[in-house]
């Protein structure tokens, strides 16, 4: 499956920002689907994450609140609505897909990764 994540942007603290991720291929349901971020000199950390059907989600700590994962798989698409976003959210979001998965949050968990939409925010 080839993942092709858009969205990103320059948006100011506080603003809001919505994230898509639209798989190519067969079978998108099949797979969980999984948002991570990587800021410059850190390493990639998990984000949210959905189980196949989407009815499980799975959130980090530092997002618990502001960030709603979902996902249609009429349109072979998962989300991120991103809200009140602080500098500190500032990275590369990657979309990934975790063949029969079920949401995890460890990236090696993860069979398909895409290419990243940059996301910044100002104070």
């Known amino acids: 499956v080839q993942l092709q994540a858009c969205g990103g942007g320059l948006v100011q603290a506080g603003g809001s920002l919505r994230l898509s991720c639209a798989a190519s291929g067969r079978a998108f349901s099949s797979y969980a689907m999984g948002w991570f971020r990587q800021a410059p000199g850190k390493e990639r950390e998990f984000v949210a994450a959905?189980?196949?059907?989407?009815?499980?989600?799975n959130y980090a700590d530092s997002v618990k609140g502001r960030v709603t994962i979902s996902r249609d798989n009429a349109k072979n698409t998962v989300y991120l609505q991103m809200n009140s976003l602080k500098p500190e959210d500032t990275a590369v979001y990657l979309c990934?897909?975790?063949?029969w998965g079920w949401g995890s949050g460890e990236g090696s968990q993860y069979d398909y990764w895409g290419q990243g939409t940059q996301v910044t925010v100002s104070s």
């Open positions: 959905i189980s196949r059907s989407g009815g499980s989600t």
């Open positions: 990934a897909a975790d063949w």
